[in-house]
């Protein structure tokens, strides 16, 4: 297995980033939409998006999160979403692998701090974070959700 950071979507690999996205958002959450070929593509206009993705010997992606570089006031920071390893190869170490990828590439880009946030119950990704050096926080997350137009 390797790790791979895409900041655009190679035409090479097009496909194989789809078919990933498909089969993998279902496993991320249940109410996970699927994302057309345009979305996806509107997903790498973004610069500040770095998809960094586990890929087997097959060349099949088997797990891929969303690392958000960006700058405010106090300096570069970055944040972590949508962890998520295949089914098929759980608890082998890609969803570690990821994680420490994301950090350290967060960190040549010249972000202070990393954060994410996991639900209590995921307990399995809770240890995982822990492990990979994040600390928990004393902090309330707050959520507003607007309705799409």
């Not at 979305?39 to 891929?64: R, S």
Request: net charge negative; charged share 25%; with cysteine.
């Amino acid at each position: 297995m390797r790790i791979e950071i895409l900041n655009t979507l190679p035409d090479s690999s097009h496909d194989q980033v789809h078919e990933a996205f498909d089969r993998l958002l279902p496993q991320l959450s249940s109410s996970a939409q699927p994302l057309s070929v345009e979305q996806i593509e509107e997903l790498f206009d973004q610069e500040c998006l770095h998809l960094v993705c586990a890929v087997d010997d097959e060349e099949k992606i088997v797990g891929m999160l969303s690392l958000v570089v960006f700058d405010i006031p106090t300096g570069r920071r970055a944040w972590i979403e949508d962890v998520v390893a295949d089914q098929a190869v759980r608890g082998q170490g890609v969803g570690q692998s990821l994680v420490e990828a994301a950090v350290d590439h967060a960190k040549a880009l010249g972000a202070r701090t990393v954060d994410l946030t996991s639900r209590p119950t995921r307990e399995a990704a809770n240890r995982l974070y822990q492990r990979a050096g994040f600390q928990l926080r004393e902090t309330n997350v707050y959520r507003v959700t607007l309705e799409k137009k």
